[in-house]
T-cell receptor, first 110, second 114 residues
Framework: RKEVEQDPGPFNVPEGATVAFNCTYSNSASQSFFWYRQDCRKEPKLLMSVYSSGNEDGRFTAQLNRASQYISLLIRDSKLSDSATYLCVVTPGGYNKLIFGAGTRLAVHP | EAGVTQFPSHSVIEKGQTVTLRCDPISGHDNLYWYRRVMGKEIKFLLHFVKESKQDESGMPNNRFLAERTGGTYSTLKVQPAELEDSGVYFC????????????FGSGTRLTVV
């Protein structure tokens, strides 16, 4: 079983749509949680950290459920520029490395 | 502030040859990481330096891979001899403090072994 599992997509949505991505992680000792964004042939870039209380950054909302070991990302009012691969990332307890999911591809069309 | 710099950006080598990838972290960042993404798979951790010391090298696939970080500045990752399955994108990242929100990734080296 993979340590971080994501639906690979692709998610094809029109501009203005709301889209949700889900992610599960297997290590209950995982400490920190993030969503990264990766554009085609580019490096991953931090989109936002994810906290148990949930957090929002503009059109983006992230949620963490530690009991279910589940992380989500909601994008509202999708823009063409949101087209990218969204990577669910966790850090295992006691280690300073990132464990990546395989990513979910989002394609926003006019 | 200059970002994390990696070179070469692309490398095509024959099986059995040696390749050395270089990473220059952000100045002052003690933590330096190597990751790689092989085709169709997720990005995977290779190793972590704190200054010049290897903190965690649990992700290094085998002894054909050798990473060094001279004087705690730039780092090199040598693959010798290269095999076909080593093809992929090798990312370097650095951070002042450990933790995923402080990472800055380089743009990667795309390695193709033929």
């Amino acid at each position: 079983r993979k340590e971080v599992e994501q639906d690979p997509g692709p998610f094809n949505v029109p501009e203005g749509a709301t889209v949700a991505f889900n992610c599960t992680y297997s290590n209950s000792a995982s400490q920190s949680f993030f969503w990264y964004r990766q554009d085609c042939r580019k490096e991953p870039k931090l989109l936002m950290s994810v906290y148990s209380s949930g957090n929002e950054d503009g059109r983006f909302t992230a949620q963490l459920n530690r009991a279910s070991q589940y992380i989500s990302l909601l994008i509202r009012d999708s823009k063409l520029s949101d087209s990218a691969t969204y990577l669910c990332v966790v850090t295992p307890g006691g280690y300073n490395k990132l464990i990546f999911g395989a990513g979910t591809r989002l394609a926003v069309h006019p | 502030e200059a970002g994390v710099t990696q070179f070469p950006s692309h490398s095509v080598i024959e099986k059995g040859q040696t390749v050395t990838l270089r990473c220059d972290p952000i100045s002052g960042h003690d933590n330096l990481y190597w990751y790689r993404r092989v085709m169709g798979k997720e990005i995977k951790f290779l190793l972590h330096f704190v200054k010049e010391s290897k903190q965690d090298e649990s992700g290094m696939p085998n002894n054909r891979f050798l990473a060094e970080r001279t004087g705690g500045t730039y780092s090199t990752l040598k693959v010798q001899p290269a095999e076909l399955e080593d093809s992929g994108v090798y990312f370097c990242a650095s951070s002042q403090n450990p933790g995923g929100d402080g990472y800055t990734f380089g743009s990667g080296t795309r390695l193709t072994v033929v």
